[in-house]
């Protein structure tokens, strides 16, 4: 599963804007993010009166394509998260998750530590744009960068990935940590059910040959 933290909060607690923040200098980081905002209120779908609706009404996943983009809509009553990542955001290598308290994630509690539900599970940071310095990890507001850092490093570069190295042309090429990663965890995929292979170290030498026009 890609690294996903909850942005957790009450109302008009500042969520939304914390997202934004961190997904902008997560993308400063070389890092792709996707957004999903957890919400209990209904008719955030398309209205079942029109094509698209009868198709969703019959359960099928439906992508509307627009001159100004695109927008992915399911009617999956219980939808699994993996599934809505692997989905529709194939691409992106972390995931903030707006709201979301009673699912059981990691999460930064939006506002005064005191105000946090008891029992809320999974914090590991706090981030309060008045400052109450009660409990850390935290962070206010002007903090949003080393927040940002705070989390990808505890949540996707602090993961256990394959170490791999990318030559061309005997030039080894750097690659980020989280593409580092995921070629590594690709290939031993691959490669798992190969003899003799287990705990050994695995080189792989792929020549493209140019071929002229005939």
Same mark, same amino acid.
């Given at each position: 599963?890609?690294?996903?933290?909850?942005?957790?909060?009450?109302?008009?607690?500042?969520?939304?804007?914390?997202?934004?923040?961190?997904?902008?200098?997560? +993308?400063?980081?070389?890092?792709?993010?996707?957004?999903? +905002?957890?919400?209990?209120?209904?008719?955030?779908?398309?209205?079942?009166?029109?094509?698209?609706?009868?198709?969703?009404?019959?359960?099928?996943?439906?992508?509307?394509?627009?001159?100004?983009?695109?927008?992915?809509?399911?009617?999956?009553?219980?939808?699994?998260?993996?599934?809505?990542?692997?989905?529709?955001?194939?691409?992106?290598?972390?995931?903030?998750?707006?709201?979301?308290?009673?699912?059981?994630?990691?999460?930064?509690?939006?506002?005064?530590?005191?105000?946090?539900?008891?029992?809320?599970?999974?914090?590991?940071?706090?981030?309060?744009?008045?400052?109450?310095?009660?409990?850390?990890?935290?962070?206010?507001?002007?903090?949003?960068?080393?927040?940002?850092?705070?989390?990808?490093?505890?949540?996707?570069?602090?993961?256990?990935?394959?170490?791999?190295?990318?030559?061309?042309?005997?030039? +080894?090429?750097?690659?980020?940590?989280?593409?580092?990663?995921?070629?590594?965890?690709?290939?031993?995929?691959?490669?798992?059910?190969?003899?003799?292979?287990?705990? +050994?170290?695995?080189?792989?030498?792929?020549?493209?040959?140019?071929?002229?026009?005939?």
């Amino acid at each position: 599963m890609k690294p996903v933290v909850a942005i957790s909060g009450f109302k008009d607690s500042g969520k939304t804007t914390l997202c934004l923040a961190l997904a902008s200098r997560m +993308k400063n980081m070389g890092i792709q993010v996707g957004f999903i +905002k957890r919400t209990h209120e209904a008719g955030i779908l398309g209205s079942l009166e029109n094509d698209t609706g009868l198709l969703l009404g019959e359960n099928f996943p439906t992508v509307l394509w627009g001159p100004d983009g695109l927008r992915a809509e399911s009617r999956e009553e219980s939808p699994d998260l993996d599934w809505m990542i692997e989905r529709f955001m194939p691409g992106v290598d972390f995931v903030l998750l707006e709201g979301g308290k009673g699912l059981p994630l990691p999460r930064v509690w939006v506002g005064p530590p005191g105000d946090c539900p008891e029992g809320l599970g999974g914090i590991m940071a706090w981030y309060d744009r008045n400052g109450d310095m009660a409990k850390p990890p935290f962070f206010t507001s002007g903090q949003e960068d080393q927040l940002a850092r705070f989390l990808v490093e505890r949540l996707l570069h602090g993961r256990t990935f394959p170490s791999i190295s990318l030559h061309v042309d005997g030039r +080894k090429v750097f690659l980020k940590p989280y593409l580092e990663g995921f070629l590594g965890e690709a290939i031993l995929g691959m490669v798992r059910s190969l003899k003799d292979t287990d705990g +050994k170290e695995i080189s792989i030498r792929i020549r493209r040959e140019n071929r002229g026009s005939e």
